[in-house]
């Protein structure tokens, strides 16, 4: 099956910086890799995600970039705020038939006003 | 346009004892996933119902059983719960099981803490 690493655990920047996260994957055959955000007691909700046949995605301050030959892929924030302070997962598919994600561990994002 | 709905939020059980919880799907969407994600992790994928059966299931102890009603809504169960089994149980859905990239819907979650 499919597994997910992600890096770093916990990443404190001061508002304004740039925050990256890692994520690689271990099944070639992944084609689809979305991002989700999930503030404390809340739900995760998808903030973004990227399919295998682009390498990268933008949406305003976020933006996804894909490496399908290091099968790697990486959420970029610029200009951190401090609403940005959250837990952060990413997924890859797993194998098999139906689409059934697993997540990574996740990555604390502190965002220092 | 309602999304995913699950209930009760929180409760509180005992070792041993037997609990339920339900989820409604978003409006359009015909297949129910249950995660549970237990503090500091990501969601582990449970099982997924379509067509009321279960159609995959990940490594999960027969304890943890599930239902999928003609409206499309699910039913999580757990029996002879352990302590371990205290987590947040997040129900999701998405419009059919085997597209890749469906976007998966997320409910807000039921807090389970066994005592």
């Known amino acids: 099956g499919e597994n997910v690493e992600q890096h770093p655990s916990t990443l404190s920047v001061q508002e304004g910086d740039s925050a990256v996260i890692k994520c690689t994957y271990s099944?070639?055959?992944?084609?689809?890799f979305p991002w989700y955000k999930q503030e404390l007691g809340k739900r995760p909700q998808l903030i973004i995600d990227?399919?295998?046949?682009?390498g990268e995605k933008k949406d305003q301050r976020i933006a996804v970039t894909l490496n399908k030959t290091a099968k790697h892929f990486s959420l970029h924030i610029t200009e951190t705020q401090p609403e940005d302070s959250a837990v952060y997962f990413c997924?890859?598919?797993?194998?098999?038939?139906?689409?059934?994600?697993?997540f990574g561990r996740g990555t604390s994002l502190i965002v220092h006003p | 346009d309602a999304g995913v709905t699950q209930s009760p939020t929180h409760l509180i059980k005992t070792r041993g004892q037997q609990v339920t919880l339900r989820c409604s799907p978003k409006s359009g969407h015909d297949t129910v996933s249950w995660y549970q994600q237990a503090l500091g992790q990501g969601p582990q994928f449970i099982f997924q119902y379509y067509e009321e059966e279960e159609r995959q299931r990940g490594n999960f102890p027969d304890r943890f059983s599930g239902h999928q009603f003609p409206n499309y809504s699910s039913e999580l169960n757990v029996n002879a719960l352990l302590l371990g089994d205290s987590a947040l149980y997040l129900c999701?859905?998405?419009?059919?099981?085997?597209?890749?990239?469906?976007?998966?819907?997320f409910g807000e979650g039921s807090w389970l803490t066994v005592v």
């Open positions: 099944d070639s055959a992944s084609n689809y």
């Open positions: 990227i399919r295998s046949n682009v």
């Open positions: 997924a890859a598919p797993t194998s098999g038939g139906s689409y059934i994600p697993t």
């Open positions: 999701a859905s998405t419009a059919g099981p085997s597209a890749s990239g469906n976007t998966i819907y």
